[in-house]
C-alpha cells in the first residue's frame, strides 16, 4: 500500500510558476513510477508528467513540455511538479499518482493516487 499527500496548490496569474509535492509512504520509494495527472471540470483525468527513476524514463504530455518539470527526491520520498509559464488551460485539480503500468511514453495507469491539490489560473 502506498500513500500521497499532495500540497502546493493554489491561484496564480497566467504566466506565474507553481511547484506541487507529493509525499509518498508506505512502500520502497525509490522503485516507484510516480506521476501527476490533472482534470479540469467537465474533462477526463490526463496524464501530465510522470517518471520512472530506475529506468531513468521521464515523459511530458505535449501541452507542457518545455513548461513543466518533474523530479523527484528519494531522500525524502517526495516528488515535484515544477510548471512555470502556466496558462489559464493548467488549471485544474492536479493529482499525484504511483505504481501501476507505466509504458514509458503517454500511457500511465496508476495503482495509487493522492487526493488533489487545485491549480487556479487567473488572466
Known amino acids: 500500500q502506498v500513500q500521497l499527500v499532495e500540497s502546493g496548490g493554489g491561484l496564480v496569474q497566467a504566466g506565474g510558476s507553481l511547484r506541487l509535492s507529493c509525499v509518498a509512504s508506505?512502500?520502497?520509494?525509490?522503485?516507484?513510477?510516480m506521476g501527476w495527472f490533472r482534470q479540469a471540470p467537465g474533462k477526463e483525468r490526463d496524464l501530465v508528467a510522470a517518471?520512472?527513476?530506475?529506468?531513468?524514463?521521464?515523459s511530458y504530455a505535449d501541452s507542457v513540455k518545455g513548461r513543466f518539470t518533474i523530479s523527484r527526491d528519494n531522500a525524502t520520498n517526495t516528488v515535484y511538479l515544477q510548471m512555470n509559464t502556466l496558462k489559464l488551460e493548467d488549471a485544474a485539480v492536479y493529482y499525484c499518482a504511483a505504481d501501476g503500468a507505466f509504458d514509458g511514453g503517454s500511457s500511465y495507469y496508476p495503482e495509487y493516487w493522492g487526493q488533489g491539490t487545485q491549480v487556479t489560473v487567473s488572466s
Open positions: 517518471i520512472n527513476w530506475s529506468r531513468g524514463i521521464i
Open positions: 508506505g512502500r520502497t520509494f525509490r522503485r516507484l513510477v
